[in-house]
């Protein structure tokens, strides 16, 4: 990482230099973004996860762009065409666009009508032409009349077919369209003759029109995808008029006949290869953003998924709803165990409902249930109508589950491997009593894309969403920690430094040896080295500990500081632990040394006033309108609960219990001005709603919240 580097990401990153460069040093060294945030504020003077990884994604694209900057270098060095000027302006050159346009006339590429007119000997007279120093063009391509070039209109368009490719390649002519289409540019849709019915959905944007620079990914993506379906016809361009206004200025430079072939070359060479090449250039860019706005509503909706409060360790009783099959039922111990299974049929057809009311009584009463989870899928409003009618012995709570992905989840090889002897239905059912339990735990072992949040995610590029969204799940899992004795193999998967081997050989490792008693005892686990240990260590807990450290997220490489604490106030860790006052002794500015600043010693002191802190919030049991169960039954004006179930750029989707979301428009969500919904609400947030319509044919519904949170 050389100075040059850190300065150009210095600059577009708006950070100091010494961060980036420090950041990097330590991304270089193995660091995963997790553990620098957590453990390495001093280094990096505090930057947080985005941070962090904005400059590891930054350094990416600069090993990119130098790899394409030496591939340029090497291939004009060996046509002999390197000068000293051209090589300066490639080293200097940190935009991609600039570097390829340096590059275009270098670029190696298939026969232009430009390479045969140069062939045919009229790259002299497009020179001549270009200088518009001659009045009589015509008089003078006739000296250029060949065996190859038979009339004086053959010569001059061949010129003309020189000059065209001259103003392509021109960076100033590249630089001005490239500006105006920045400006200027709109997006242009048209439907397909004939597509009319086939491409309804797309309607609003059959003859539709908007600005280039304004548009949201959400409205780009949708009229990408219809291009991709072949209902739209696309155009992305600025007024041709101020194009070839501009380009005129750049080239024309006299009034004469040789200046009117020029304009000619000019018009030519925009239609036919400047405006088409940068067409493509904003199509790709353009979408790029729109793919970079979608996945981040994406990674912002999973991230508060992932990070929704967990009821924690109860006895569970989980029902994944249905009718014509039945309800199927399991009961969960304290660790998600499964304990037993079996179906209920308490609505119609079969409707056997005395039956099972007495399988829910004694199910509860036999495994000393806690807590009852319902999945929202089909029939989940009738079951939990059922459950809340009846009265048990005992304090049981209720709660409805988004059950989204849990048959993608029941067909997996994960849940293949963890229930081998169970189908599906029993695997589905076991998922929604654990999301309840502990939403993160379970919710890692799905694919994000089928959990059903965020906007056009199978439209946006799918390594980059992957990419993304495996961070959110790195940084969800390593914020709240995991509990070593009891973690998936999955969720394991997630910890930072670790990766699927190293989580199954500690699966192997506890199966083998039963619990681990000390953090310590991970170096025993094979193949788990000095690094992964620092990297992973402090996101690990250990319930239970003979050091009560290991349950914190202090890192042991830090404990020293924390014991020398104790033995400073004549006491023990445990008692800095359990009593305010000692801790309120202690001066942090006593044990700053040369590796060791105020953030570490600040989050020891935080740790150690709450060892092992959930930062998650605590849940809340939410109920939908009783007798309200189908679309048809919403009218405008009416007022319900609901609870908030995706957020995209254009509005929120609330869920009030009828089996279809509806849309409360970023225009309704408040009284006042919202630029962004994710300002307003969160992900399973409970918010009341007004109707607003019901389209019944169109599956839709529109709901406001102004004037009602």
Partial sequence: MNKKHIDFLARTLNLPAFKISSTADLIDLGGTVPFIARYRKEATGGLDEVQILAIKEGLVKLLELEKRRESILHSI????????????????????????????????????????????????????????????????????????????????????????????????????????????????????????????????????????????????????????????????????ENALSGLYRLFVKANNESSVMVEKAVKQSYNRLLQPSIETEFRNSSKEKADDEAIKVFADNLRQLLLAPPLGQKRILAIDPGFRSGCKVVCLDEQGSLLHNETIFPHKPQEQLKQAVAKIYNLVDTYNIDAISIGNGTAGRETESFIQKLKFNRKVQVFIVNEAGASVYSASPVAREEFPQFDVTVRGAVSIGRRLMDPLAELVKIEPKAIGVGQYQHDVNQEKLQLNLDSVIENCVNKVGVNLNTASKHLLTYVSGLGEKLAQNIIDYRNENGAFTSRQDLKKVPRLGDKAFEQSAGFMRIRGAVNPLDNTSVHPESYFIAEKMARDLKCTVVDLIQKTELREKIDPSKYISEKTGMPTLLDILAELEKPGLDPRTIIKIFQFAKDIYKVEQLVPGMELPGIVTNITNFGAFVDVGVKQDGLVHISQLADAFVSNPADVVKLNQHVKVKVLEVDLQRKRIAFTMKGLN
């Fill in 77 to 240: 060095r060996e046509q002999g065409k390197l000068s000293e000027e051209l090589e300066k302006k490639i080293q200097e050159s940190w935009d991609i666009s600039e570097l390829e346009d340096i590059y275009l006339p270098y670029k190696q590429k298939r026969k232009t009508k430009a390479d045969a007119a140069r062939e045919k000997g009229l790259e002299p007279l497009a020179k001549i032409l270009m200088a518009q120093q001659e009045n009589d063009p015509e008089k003078r391509a006739l000296q250029f009349l060949n065996k190859d070039v038979t009339s004086i209109e053959d010569a001059i368009q061949g010129a003309k077919d020189i000059i065209a490719e001259w103003v392509n390649e021109n960076l100033q002519a590249r630089g001005l369209i490239r500006k105006l289409y920045e400006r200027e540019a709109f997006v242009k849709s048209k439907l397909v003759k004939g597509k009319d019915e086939d491409a309804i959905k797309y309607k609003d944007y059959f003859k539709y029109e908007e600005k280039l620079s304004k548009i949201p990914s959400h409205r780009m993506l949708a009229i990408r995808r219809a291009e991709t379906e072949g209902f739209l016809k696309i155009d992305i361009s600025p007024s041709e």
